[in-house]
């Protein structure tokens, strides 16, 4: 018989009952093979007093042994280990039972190397990240305030069980109706499916696009998740120029003439990362290459409600008539990250089998969440959300301006950017990035990683700086601490 007071710890001051973390210890000696199969076990009175618990406890955790047919207790003889159990081999044991799953796999599995090369972080410090909404004036209150109206009402229980895979219909028939007003989509609401955030849809749509193979085209500057997300579909890559009016579709045209493309990614808006805008010329020139050669174009509208200087152009979905476009777009880019609601509009055909897709990842999305947000645009709250927003991101993005070329202009160059929520900005030549993050990491601020836009050495020392996230007094800190970098990198 082995003693185990000093092999199984007990917490006082958990929630978990004592009787069962004695049973959960006693199991996990028996799993890493220190109790095997037919060993007597200590008396309950034996347990109880080397534990310093009520006997009862004891019992009780022994009762759970048995029932779940680790231990048998023996009338006249006592308490043992089941010997019905298979023999375990004794494992290095540190002397705790109640130890967790060891770091290193015991089986092989399939690592994708090119995905390790870009991993979100979640920064502890002062960060300048690459344009996102500010979640300090998120609409928190209209979204809790439909959503209380939703779940405190019986006769809407229903929504608390399985719905459409396709997303809440609510949703997607107010999207139809916001679409058709603010982009002139001309679309119903069995064209959409709503997914969790815009990078799921991209992942469907990728899913069925390409079986490990086929070509997709990007720019040679590109919103990295996407590239990555198209490479793992089994997408081979064909990377075309973007200047100053967006993905060169001349180029595009003469891949076309060579070679035989299923699908062209672009952020037409303000492209990712580079900020440019996606010329009407070459608009129209992008939906004739996709009618005449039959290629899909992934539109990822990303910021399409943040353009500052007049009217945004209207997206390539607006215009398209022979069903080649997927348009990508997400409410959490306007509200706050953390609320995953997107969607993904497309031909019906190409919608219903995104929903086959969809069932075997994730079988539906958050119900109560996604009426809770069509409510908002019917009562007209992530309208005000969006002017409110518009307004505030374009004082920030002024001063931000200002202050870089108030502090930065011997060091960076860059264009006063139309919309977004960032700046794409070049050092100058001969300073590196990489040493400016470090020595502003050092001074207790983390901006984006350079090497996530320049993997294929076409960045030109440009990086992404975000400024709708910062306050004015925050954007000053940041450039502040900028400059002291670039200072003495140019030394």
């Not at 809407?156 to 679409?179: F, M, P, Q």
């Not at 100053?244 to 492209?271: F, M, N, Q």
């Not at 580079?274 to 290629?295: C, E, K, M, P």
């Not at 908002?376 to 920030?396: C, F």
């Amino acid at each position: 018989m082995i003693s185990l007071q000093n092999l199984i710890s007990l917490n006082r001051l958990s929630e978990q009952a004592l009787y069962v973390q004695l049973s959960n210890g006693i199991v996990q000696l028996i799993k890493s093979g220190v109790l095997t199969s037919g060993m007597r076990l200590p008396s309950s009175r034996t347990l109880a007093v080397d534990f310093h618990v009520h006997r009862k406890t004891a019992i009780a955790a022994y009762d759970e042994l048995v029932s779940q047919g680790w231990v048998d207790i023996l009338p006249s003889k006592g308490a043992f280990v089941s010997n019905e159990l298979p023999t375990v081999k004794t494992q290095g044991f540190d002397g705790k039972a109640n130890g967790g799953m060891t770091e290193k796999s015991g089986f092989r599995f399939y690592k994708r190397e090119f995905l390790h090369r870009y991993l979100p972080s979640v920064p502890s410090e002062f960060t300048l990240d690459e344009g996102i909404p500010d979640v300090r004036i998120a609409p928190v209150q209209e979204l809790i305030r439909h959503y209380k109206r939703i779940v405190s009402r019986a006769y809407n229980a229903k929504y608390l069980s399985y719905g459409s895979v396709y997303g809440d219909e609510l949703l997607r028939n107010t999207l139809a109706g916001y679409l058709k007003e603010t982009r002139g989509m001309q679309v119903s609401p069995d064209q959409i499916i709503i997914t969790r955030g815009s990078q799921m849809g991209m992942y469907l749509a990728c899913k069925i696009l390409f079986e490990e193979d086929g070509l997709a085209v990007v720019g040679d500057t590109n919103y990295v998740a996407a590239t990555l997300t198209l490479q793992n579909a089994g997408a081979k890559l064909i990377y075309v120029p973007v200047d100053d009016k967006g993905i060169d579709t001349h180029k595009l045209e003469e891949v076309c003439k060579a070679k035989p493309i299923r699908a062209v990614y672009v952020t037409s808006h303000h492209h990712h990362p580079t900020t440019v805008t996606l010329s009407a010329d070459r608009r129209i020139h992008l939906l004739q290459l996709a009618q005449q050669y039959g290629f899909a174009i992934i539109e990822d509208d990303y910021d399409y409600d943040f353009h500052y200087r007049n009217a945004p152009m209207l997206p390539l979905a607006s215009a398209d008539r022979s069903g080649n476009v997927l348009y990508i777009g997400a409410i959490c880019k306007i509200v706050a990250p953390a609320y995953r609601v997107g969607y993904l509009v497309g031909p019906k055909d190409f919608i219903e089998e995104l929903g086959h897709v969809r069932r075997i990842i994730d079988r539906q999305g958050d119900t109560l969440l996604e009426r809770s947000v069509a409510m908002m645009i019917e009562h007209g709250d992530y309208q005000r959300h969006s002017k409110k927003a518009l307004k505030l991101y374009k004082e920030r993005r002024d001063h931000f301006c200002g202050l870089l070329k108030q502090e930065l202009s011997e060091y960076l160059k860059f264009k006063e950017p139309e919309g977004g929520m960032a700046v794409w900005a070049k050092l100058r030549q001969g300073m590196d990035w990489n040493r400016v993050a470090e020595l502003c990491k050092q001074r207790g601020l983390i901006i984006p990683n350079y090497e996530n836009y320049n993997y294929r050495k076409t960045a030109d020392n440009g990086l992404r700086l975000g400024f709708a996230s910062i306050n004015k007094e925050e954007q000053k800190r940041v450039v502040g601490i900028l400059k002291e970098a670039m200072d003495l990198v140019s030394e």
